[in-house]
């Protein structure tokens, strides 16, 4: 089975300060992707890679960036916590080869910024 | 512009009960399409997935949904709902403005009662 995993659950930061939000997936994913989840708004994509040291801005890029130093894992970082920011943080992988387009996703991280 | 609705933010239904949950999509091309499945606190699991052929899919714990061209619909359904049926639906399209990214509806929560 693919295995998503995120290092937090639950997070709870102080505006100003920088979180790192991070992902791991044990399948050999070309393809990693960080979404924003917020009641009524589905997901909504930050970035994506669909190789290592390669990433692509999302729908809302916005005081976000993004890692990829290694294939299996996948770091969101917030370089100044906003309020606004509050959310719930969902991790996902997809292969390339044999493209169905079908993601594999983490469990999530709820992220409050106080 | 590619897009997906999901008419109904929560539905509620007695178990036992049949369902059907809606998702109409825009799209240029013929798309890949998807239902995910939130449980309460976890991430998304997949149902089931349309690419091509027939327009009946069949998918994980007794679900189903029907392709329409005509009508740019994928509707979800299931003969008899269970309570832990009860979580959070969310149909997708893919791929979006290249690459190997989906775009997600806004959810349907389904609420089962005794």
């Known amino acids: 089975d693919v295995k998503v995993t995120q290092s937090s659950r639950y997070l709870v930061k102080r505006t100003g300060e920088k979180v790192f939000l991070e992902c791991v997936q044990d399948?050999?994913?070309?393809?990693m992707f960080w979404y924003r989840q917020d009641p009524g708004l589905g997901l909504r994509l930050i970035y994506f890679?669909?190789?290592?040291?390669?990433?692509e801005k999302g729908d809302i890029p916005e005081g976000y960036s993004v890692s990829r130093e290694k294939k299996e894992r996948f770091s969101l970082i917030l370089e100044s916590a906003s309020t606004n920011q509050t959310s719930m943080y969902l991790c996902?992988?997809?292969?390339?080869?044999?493209?169905?387009?079908?993601?594999?996703f983490g469990p999530g991280t709820r992220l409050t910024v106080t | 512009a590619q897009s997906v609705t999901q008419p109904d933010i929560h539905i509620t239904v007695s178990e036992g009960a049949s369902l059907e949950l809606r998702c109409n999509y825009s799209?240029?091309?013929?798309?890949?399409l998807f239902w995910y499945v939130q449980s309460p606190g976890q991430g998304l699991q997949l149902l089931l997935k349309?690419?091509?052929?027939?327009?009946l899919v069949q998918g994980i714990k007794g679900f189903e949904a029907e392709f329409k061209r005509s009508q740019s619909s994928f509707n979800l359904r299931k003969p008899s709902v269970h309570w832990s049926d009860a979580a959070e639906y969310f149909c997708?399209?893919?791929?979006?403005?290249?690459?190997?990214?989906?775009?997600f509806g806004a959810g349907t929560r389904l609420f089962v009662k005794a």
């Open positions: 890679s669909y190789d290592v040291k390669m990433k």
């Open positions: 399948m050999d994913h070309e393809n």
């Open positions: 997708a399209v893919g791929p979006y403005t290249g690459g190997f990214k989906t775009i």
């Open positions: 799209y240029g091309a013929t798309p890949y």
């Open positions: 349309y690419f091509s052929g027939d327009t």
């Open positions: 996902a992988s997809s292969p390339t080869s044999g493209v169905t387009y079908e993601q594999y």
